[in-house]
């Protein structure tokens, strides 16, 4: 039984309002049973400072990337994982995090490849929680595993590897890049004040566009109002509903929270997050490049 | 590496976490970070001393004081926000704290790596703190000859 969803008028307007939940309603909800509150941050150790009562962790790094491959875990590790934070097929898992959700959506979007089907966020996140004065607790959870069934990862709908990037330009198709305009023009590879992560090349995908993912995010980490992520994407990018967009930064959790905004806020059905990001495509032997702030052309073979 | 080149304390914090699970690891981290001390007065004024570890995810900044005898402290500061780099800046204040100066610049580069926490908080993670020990030596050198 999916926990019931959030009626506020503010996600009303969005094109999935069950995707997000609001603090008060997570307060008034937490406890339900059916639902998991998960916490997703940068800091590997921000949760063991202090977390929402009840809530568990999932870490993007340690959990959910395949310790070897560069790629995600698999459909059995998923289901160990999850099953050992207490979430079954059907639980309501709302995550929320640091940093206006940056990584709380890349967990998402992570379930999302799993076809986990009531995943939801908290809009703004840790940080709106603590400014609201509202309690943490660094008890440990009480967790009682269950049982998850392996579902095999379906990366197709939603992930685009660097072949699908370049089929993409092909086909003249829309691309966002979501990093800093310093890392676009390629003055430089990382995010200012990240650390350096391996790319051997500076600049951006031809014809890509430059939102810097934290656009949608207003001062205090929600989701901008709906007329506010209309005038970004869809008048200033000139977006279309039918669209097919690939969106990317350096290794796909900042474009995971604009495949967010524009999959369950905007409602375009063809938006793929390429977790590649800059960190392949900035290393891969003969792909387009474009340096400067222009956005660039794509010259077909 | 062999013990007789690392020094006792830092010895100590290495057997102190492979001792443990990768969970208790993450909890000792935890400790080291809600130990880092205040900076002392007379560096509390002056942001200005400090220098920031730009290779760390999140702002940490640290001061390097080699005193008169020649020995060495460290001090650094990050918000905590940021308990993981906290935890890096702790582990080397109290472990480099105390060394003279010519024993911190023997202090093996590899150190971060011989923690076990590669694991528990992911390689990536812990470039961070062998960047911050990278300019802990490059300022004391520049303490030795300035």
Known sequence: ?301 | MTDTELQPALAEIRDDFLALTMKERLQLLLEFSNELPELPPRYAEHPDLFERVVECQSPVFIFVEVGDDNVVQLFATAPAESPTTRGFASILAQGLGGLTADEVLAVPDDFPQMLGLSQAVSPLRLRGMSAMLGRTKRQVRERMHG
């Open chain 1, 1 to 301: 039984m999916a926990v019931e969803t959030d009626t506020s008028p503010k996600f009303a307007e969005y094109a999935h309002p069950d995707r997000l939940v609001s603090t008060e309603w997570l307060a008034e909800h937490l406890g339900d049973t059916d639902l998991v509150v998960v916490e997703s941050d940068e800091d590997v150790l921000l949760y063991e400072t202090g977390h929402i009562s009840g809530s568990v962790k999932i870490d993007w790094h340690t959990d959910l990337n395949d310790p070897v491959t560069r790629d995600y875990i698999f459909g059995e590790e998923f289901a160990t994982l999850v099953g050992s934070k207490g979430i079954d097929r059907n639980s309501t898992v709302v995550i929320y995090g640091d940093k206006s959700n940056w990584w709380a959506a890349y967990t998402l979007w992570v379930f999302t490849l799993f076809g986990h089907e009531d995943v939801r966020l908290l809009d703004g996140g840790r940080g709106k929680w603590i400014a609201e004065g509202r309690p943490v607790t660094t008890d440990e959870t009480d967790v009682t595993p269950v049982e998850y069934p392996i579902v095999e990862r379906s990366d197709v709908a939603i992930r685009a590897f660097k072949d699908d990037v370049l089929e993409h330009l092909e086909r003249q198709g829309v691309l966002v890049d979501v990093r800093s305009p310093e890392e676009f023009s390629g003055e430089r590879t990382t995010a200012p004040a990240y650390p350096e992560e391996g790319a051997l090349r500076a600049g951006h995908i031809p014809t890509a566009h430059n939102v810097p993912w934290a656009k949608a995010a207003a001062d205090d980490g929600t989701f901008k109002p709906l007329a506010d992520l209309n005038d970004i994407y869809r008048e200033g990018l000139g977006l279309n509903d039918g669209d097919d967009v690939i969106a990317y930064c350096r290794i796909g959790e900042r474009s995971s929270h604009t495949w967010f905004v524009l999959t369950h806020l905007l409602g375009f059905e063809g938006v793929r997050n390429y977790d590649g990001s800059w960190t392949e495509w900035g290393s891969a032997v003969r792909v387009p490049i474009v340096q400067g702030s222009a956005r660039g052309e794509h010259v077909s073979k």
